[in-house]
Nanobody, 118 residues
Framework: QVQLVESGGGLVQPGGSLRLSCAGS????????MGWYRQAPGKQRELVAS???????NYADSVKGRFTISRDNAKKTVYLQMNSLKPEDTAVYYC????????????WGQGTQVTVSS
């Protein structure tokens, strides 16, 4: 069974940066569109960025211009570079493969906590 393992979260001051990583496995990982999701306390999980197998990207308006998603298919890893972080970016961040507007392909991993606070 494919597992997604997220890492790279932590505590950072407003305006700071973090780089998240998502390690996957399996023969089709490199063929899937992958996305980074986040879930803040009391809120629904939301998709903030996605990248196709060919490298085309899409971003939620709330992170556009600050976050950059990328992937290394040879390493089966997806990254999220987060710059100019704001307190409202505080959440648990997960990766997965979106399937339409609501579904995802893989089981959820444990996520990685990002806290933006002074």
């Amino acid at each position: 069974q494919v597992q997604l393992v997220e890492s790279g979260g932590g505590l950072v001051q407003p305006g700071g940066s973090l780089r998240l990583s998502c390690a996957g496995s399996g023969s089709i990982f490199s063929l899937k569109t992958m996305g980074w999701y986040r879930q803040a306390p009391g809120k629904q999980r939301e998709l903030v960025a996605s990248v196709t197998s060919g490298g085309s990207t899409n971003y939620a308006d709330s992170v556009k211009g600050r976050f950059t998603i990328s992937r290394d298919n040879a390493k089966k890893t997806v990254y999220l570079q987060m710059n100019s972080l704001k307190p409202e970016d505080t959440a648990v961040y997960y990766c997965n493969a979106p399937e339409g507007s609501r579904l995802v392909f893989y089981s959820w991993g444990q996520g990685t906590q990002v806290t933006v606070s002074s």
